[in-house]
């Protein structure tokens, strides 16, 4: 059995065949999921699981280079922001990019596959970008 915490098998299939720039999207229950990108669903129900909770599972198992939000992000400052901050801070996620929310569904349309958590809150959305780790 596996030791790290991530148990679901799509997911961690996923993240074991990424390669070097490859992008992951974690979004809340709400982003839309471009036709021919994979979809991964996790959402519950509102708020399960949540979109934090998710991404700090994620980031057990992936390297991540670099990450995009959506600028809204900032003007709306859902709770989500303040860790988000904290993760950027510790060099979880790597450097951040802003884009605007229509150019984050644009770029959405690349990734290699979506998760759908069960937030709810307002462009609680990050686009990973896949790093090495030599």
Known sequence: ??????????LSR???????SDILVIGDAGLPVPPGVEL??????QGI???ISTLRIV???MQVESHVLAEEILLKQPPALSALNALTDQAALGERRLLSHD???QLSRSARAIVRTGECQPYCNIALVSGVTF
């Open 1 to 10: 059995m596996k030791k790290t915490p991530l148990l679901n098998i799509a």
């Open 14 to 20: 996923l993240i074991a065949s990424l390669g070097h």
């Open 40 to 45: 991964i669903d996790l959402a519950l129900t």
């Open 49 to 51: 699981p949540d979109f």
């Open 59 to 61: 980031l057990s198992e």
């Open 103 to 105: 150019a984050f569904k």
